[in-house]
Every structure is written in C-alpha cells, then in structure tokens.
C-alpha cells in the first residue's frame, strides 16, 4: 500500500503538523495529499520529540506516521533511529516506506531480520545507518556478535507491538530496551491494547500521549463482509466457485502452513497462479512471493497469521478466509488486508459447523453479526442452516451493517446455531 495515500473524506492536509518544507516536497511527488487520522494525530508530537502510544486498526497508514518526524528528526540531530518489527515482511515494508522519503535528508536505512545474510547485514551495519529496522530475535544476534551498536539510538519505534508480544518477543524487547541510551523518544503503535502493552509504556516511556483512532476490531468503513458454513469437505469446491466469479487479485489465510501448502496446490490445479507465504518459506521464497502477488504475476496469495500484518499491498479485491483465526483479533487483520485507504473491498469466511465459537468470539469483536450466505452453484447440502444467536455487542445494527455490496450467494439472513 501506498502509505498515506488515501479517499478519505476530509479536508485536512499536513499543513500544521510541523513538518518541514523539504518533506512536503516530498509527499507531494508521492501525491500523498491527505494525512490519515492516525497520521494527522501523531505526526506532530512525535516531530516534538514525544513519546507517543498509537493504536489504530491495520491500513491506516501507521508507518508514515512515525517515518516522516524518524527522518525530520535524524536529520537535525545525531544518532540513530530503531524500528522493531513482528515479521520479516514487515520491515521489508516498512523499510520500502522509509526509502521513499529519506534519501533528500541523507538519511540511510536497512534492515536486520532472520533468513538474510548474516554477512550482508554486517556489511550494512559497517555504513552506520541512521535508521536500522529490525526483528528482534536477529537483531538480538547482531549485539551479541557486538556488529550494531546502539548507545546512540535516539528514537525507539515498536511497531505492531501487540503481535510481538503474541509471538513471545517481550523478554527480546526488553533486553533491547536495557541496553539504549534513557534519553531517547520511544513510540509504540499497535492495533489494539492488552495490558501487557499498558505495562510496556508505563516501563519504558515518559508520560506518553495516548493516540487511539478506533477500538479494538474496528474494521475499514468500506469492507463488505459474508459467512459461508460450509461441510469440512466442501470448502475446496466452495474455493473454486468463488476464485471463478471474482477476477481481481485475491488473498487466501490458513491456519497452517501444512494447509497453506495444500491450499496453494489446489488453486494451482484449478488453473489460477498462486504463491504461498509462511514460516516455512525462506526469506528469498516469500519475497518473491509477495512480490508476485503485487506485481500480478500471482492471482492469489496464500498466508497463514504469521505473515498478515506484512502483506501490505494496495488493491486487493477479496480475502478469504479458508480457515477461520485461531484468535479472533486476527479477523480484523486479515480482513483489513482489503479495503485499504478508504477503497472498498470484500472478506469472505468459511466455518464449519462445529466452529461456532469461534464465530461467536468474531462477532463480539467487531460486534456485529456476520451475514451469513450460501452459493448459489453449489449443492444445498454443501452447508449447514445454522439456527444461530449473535453474540453481537447491544446497540450494533445486526446482519447487515456491513453486508453491502457483492453478493455471491442468497442474501445474508440471520440465524440462531
């Protein structure tokens, strides 16, 4: 995605966010006209010098938000910039969002992530790099081999901080945080706020602005949404109806990389070009992979969770749901890969009928009822009729708050399992 650019209905510019006039120049050869609200809130303060905590749901241009006041700042004063990161592929994405608008400031970045070359890193590392983006277990590796030296690193970044922590990197995070100077701006941005973040800013920032643009869940105010519950054994056919009607580029999630590879084999012997991206995969693998999809030369990108927040690529027509998320705050994560910057886009689910609560732990999150349909080429006992109560927070409006646009199947009703 392009960072920053956006259809959001607003008559906001980056005017009056302290930016400089060299960095205007900047955005505005990348036709970056409008600030996201995340954008528009944390642009200034972090440019202050503050510490800040941001929590915005994915696509809303996060990484511009404290890539522009990272290189502003660098570039007046000595010293580093760290980024910690989750995933592989989203320092490579946040690394592209750098590029873009450092290099009229002198200011250089690179990356520090596992299943690259060690040798290559440390080469980089040599450059002394203003901005070094990292995951924290590679990055870990490096001070041990004493090749980075981080005395200097005056602006932390975590960014998507709540994942990091899922995927068990808070005692790497801390003892990163141990070994950097005291007087330095850390920001942390995430897409929601478990207490164990809270604990994180109360630690390690000095009396941080709280910046949240939507609740936990909050989903993109284009996407439509639709459930199929479909038999365990239908959903390979109920995949291929639904790749047949659609024609845009299409991003597929499993649980496991085990069903990420046989999914990929699948939509590869319907006749569709496919790639997977998973923890299997090497690096130079799912960087070709990802490549592909954005580039086109792959119709559908299959992912598990681990690779969701580093697919960042604008204009992806639908996502589905092959399997539905062990944890339900990874619905809204994946299903934000589409409907991107205020363009409109479509999730379809597939949940089997003994996955009701994982259905209902969905809906509580985005509180609203997932419109349920059936489609119309495939036999009708391909699904259940569910007899169904949503768990819907009071007061949303149910079944069809989102439900708008197209429609492959009969139209979404609601039901009691």
Sequence with gaps: MSEGHNDFQSETTFDGLGIAPQMFGILDRLKFKTPTPIQQKAILPAIEGKDLVGIA?????????????????????KGKGLVLVPTRELALQVDE???KIEQPFGIRSTVVIGGASMHEQKQALRKNPQVIIATPGRLIDHINQKTVMLFDAKILVLDEADRMLDMGFLPQIEQIIKIL?????????????????????????????????????????????ELFIVKREMKEELLRKILDQYRGSVLVFTRTKIGAHR???????????AAEIHSDRSLRERKEALQGFKTGRHRVLVATDIAARGIDVMGIELVINYD??????????????????????????????????????????IRMALPISEHPEMPTESFVKPMRQSFAAPGSRLGTSRSRGRRLGSLPRRARW
């Design 57 to 77: 749901q994915t696509g809303t241009g996060k990484t511009l938000a404290f890539a522009i006041p990272m290189v502003q700042r660098l570039s007046q004063q």
């Design 97 to 99: 969002t750098f590029r």
């Design 181 to 225: 100077s005291k007087e330095r701006q850390t920001m942390l941005f995430s897409a929601t706020m478990p207490q164990a973040i809270s604990q994180i800013a109360a630690s390690y920032m000095r009396l941080p602005i709280h910046v949240e643009i939507a609740p936990s869940g909050t989903l993109v105010e284009k996407l439509t949404q």
């Design 263 to 273: 999914v990929t084999r699948a939509i590869r012997a319907m006749g569709h070009q």
């Design 324 to 365: 539905l998320p062990e944890e339900a705050e990874n619905y809204a994560h994946r299903v934000g890969r589409t409907g991107r910057a205020g363009h409109k886009g479509h999730a379809i689910s597939f949940a089997t009928p003994d996955q009701k609560s994982d259905v209902r732990s969905i809906e509580c999150l």
